[in-house]
C-alpha cells in the first residue's frame, strides 16, 4: 500500500480528497496539510510514497516546495491545481512534478495518476 | 565733395574699430599688394598698418591661405562682393572671421571682417552642452516665420547637422501624425503672440524613421504691443523615460492581473473544485456548502473589481453593469 501526504489549504478539498484516496485499498493518507512548510515537514516526518500538491499554498507555494524536495526525500509528486496554464505545469514538471492535474476536471484521473506515478517514483527514490 | 575732416574722421574710426578692414591692389592672380589696414587687422598678423602698407600679400599673411583670399577677389570681381566666413591659424592665434569682400575700381578690393570667434566658440560649448544633456534648442523667426536649430534638434529630426535648411514648417511636418494637429495649433497661438503652454509632450517622426517622445518648452518674446518677435524652443528626448513608463505601467497591470487571478483562483475555483469532488463522491451537503462558498468568493472577487473601477474612474457609469451580448448557443 502506498502511503500518501495531502497538501492543499482548502481545507474542505482536502477532506475529500483524503476521503476519495482512502478509499481505494491501494493507497493510505498518512497526512494532509494546509500550507508548504507543514507539507515539508510531514514528508520528513512521513517519507511518503506519494505527495498530492496544491501549488497555491500559503507561506511556500507548491513550486517552491518543488524546489525544496531533496533526492532523499522525495516522493512522487501528482500537482492538483487550479491553474490550467501549461507555463504553470511546465515548470511543476521541470521541478520534478511527475504529472500535473487540474482541479475539477482532472479529479477522475488522480487516482490513475497516483499509481503511475508511484510506479515511476519508486524507481526513482 | 567730402568736408575737409572726412580722411580724419575716417582714419581716426578705423584705428578704433574692432572692425578689421584691409585695401588691397591685385597686381597678379595670385598676389596683392597691401594698400592700407587698420589697427585690428595688423593685430591679425601681429603687425602695425605703417608696417603692412606697400608689402605683398603673399609676404605678410599665412601662405596656405594667400590662395584662397586671390580666388576670393577674383569671385568678388565676377559678382560685385563676396560674403565670407573662414577659419584661420594666425600670428595672433586661431581666429574665426565674418566678412564681405568688395569689387572697387583698377583691381583694389575692401574687405572688412568681423571677429566672431568668441560667438562661435561659445555656440560650439552651447551645442555640447545641449547634445550632451540631449536637449535640441531652436530660434523661432515668429515674422519671418524662419528658424534655426541646433545640432541636437537636426539630430532629434533625423537629420545631421546643417543636412537641411532648418524651417518651422518641416519641423512641423516631423511631428507624429497624430500629434501633428495639436502641435499645429500651438504654433499657431505663438504666430498670434498668444503664450504657448509651459512644456508639451509630442512625438516626433525622425527622417531616420525613428519615433521619438519629446517634451517641448517654447518661449514666446515680443513687442511692446505684443506683437511676437521671435520664440526660443527647448526639445528634450524623453523617449527612454515614456518607455520606462509605458514598462512599469505593464508591470503594475501584470501584477494587479495576478492578484485578481489568485483572488479568483482561492476563492472560487478551489470551491468549486471542492463542489465538483464533493459530488462526485455523493457529498451532496458538502457540495451545498462549498457552492455557498463558491458564490459568496465570486460575489467579492467582482465587488473588489468594481470597487477598484470606482476608484479610477469616479463612479460607476450608467451603461458599465450592461451585460454584453454573448454568441449564439453560449447560454445566457
Known amino acids: ?125 | 565733395m567730402r568736408p575737409a575732416w572726412w580722411v580724419e574722421a575716417f582714419v581716426e574710426l578705423a584705428d578704433a574699430t574692432p572692425l578689421r578692414i584691409a585695401v588691397v591692389r591685385r597686381i597678379a592672380p595670385d598676389d596683392a599688394i597691401v594698400e592700407w589696414v587698420n589697427r585690428a587687422t595688423a593685430q591679425l598678423v601681429q603687425s602695425t598698418p605703417e608696417e603692412l602698407a606697400g608689402r605683398r600679400l603673399s609676404e605678410v599673411y599665412p601662405q596656405p591661405y594667400v590662395a584662397e583670399v586671390m580666388e576670393r577677389y577674383a569671385e568678388a570681381r565676377e559678382h560685385g562682393r563676396v560674403s565670407y566666413e573662414v577659419v584661420r591659424e594666425l600670428p595672433a592665434g586661431r581666429r574665426t572671421l565674418s566678412g564681405v569682400t568688395i569689387a572697387l575700381a583698377d583691381e583694389r578690393y575692401v574687405a572688412f571682417a568681423y571677429d566672431v570667434t568668441a560667438e562661435r566658440e561659445a555656440r560650439r560649448r552651447l551645442e555640447q552642452v545641449t547634445s550632451l544633456a540631449e536637449v535640441g534648442v531652436f530660434h523661432w523667426n515668429v515674422a519671418e516665420d524662419t528658424a534655426a536649430w541646433s545640432d541636437e534638434t537636426y539630430r532629434l529630426l533625423g537629420y545631421e547637422p546643417g543636412e537641411v535648411g532648418a524651417s518651422p514648417e518641416l519641423f512641423l511636418q516631423h511631428a507624429h501624425p497624430d500629434d501633428r494637429d495639436r502641435l499645429g495649433d500651438a504654433m499657431e497661438r505663438v504666430r498670434e503672440g498668444r503664450a504657448p503652454a509651459p512644456t508639451v509632450r509630442y512625438r516626433l517622426l525622425g527622417r531616420d524613421e525613428r519615433q521619438r517622445a519629446v517634451d517641448i518648452r517654447i518661449q514666446l518674446v515680443a513687442d511692446e504691443d505684443g506683437r511676437p518677435l521671435y520664440a526660443l524652443g527647448a526639445i528634450r528626448d524623453v523617449t527612454d523615460e515614456v518607455e520606462l513608463e509605458r514598462h512599469a505601467a505593464l508591470v503594475r497591470r501584470a501584477e494587479e492581473q495576478q492578484r485578481t487571478a489568485l483572488q479568483v483562483h482561492d476563492g472560487v475555483v478551489q470551491a468549486l473544485s471542492t463542489v465538483w469532488l464533493a459530488l462526485d463522491l455523493g457529498e451532496v451537503e458538502r457540495a451545498r456548502r462549498a457552492t455557498v462558498a463558491a458564490t459568496s468568493s465570486a460575489q467579492q472577487v467582482v465587488a473588489d473589481l468594481l470597487s477598484e473601477v470606482a476608484a479610477m474612474h469616479g463612479e460607476i457609469a450608467p451603461g458599465a453593469l450592461r451585460v454584453r451580448t454573448r454568441p449564439e448557443g453560449n447560454g445566457s
Open chain 1, 1 to 125: 500500500m502506498k502511503t500518501v501526504v495531502i497538501a492543499d489549504d482548502e481545507a474542505p478539498l482536502r477532506d475529500l480528497l483524503a476521503l476519495m484516496i482512502g478509499r481505494d485499498d491501494r493507497f493510505t493518507v498518512v497526512a494532509d496539510v494546509p500550507d508548504g512548510p507543514a507539507a515539508l515537514e510531514a514528508i520528513t516526518v512521513h517519507d511518503p510514497d506519494l505527495l498530492v500538491l496544491d501549488l497555491s499554498l500559503p507561506k511556500l507555494d507548491g513550486l517552491e516546495v518543488l524546489e525544496r524536495l531533496t533526492d532523499r526525500l522525495r516522493p512522487a509528486v501528482v500537482v492538483l491545481t487550479g491553474f490550467a496554464d501549461p507555463d504553470t505545469h511546465a515548470r511543476a514538471v521541470e521541478l520534478g512534478a511527475a504529472r500535473c492535474l487540474v482541479k475539477g476536471t482532472g479529479f477522475a484521473d488522480l487516482l490513475a495518476a497516483l499509481v503511475e506515478a508511484s510506479g515511476s517514483g519508486e524507481l526513482t527514490r
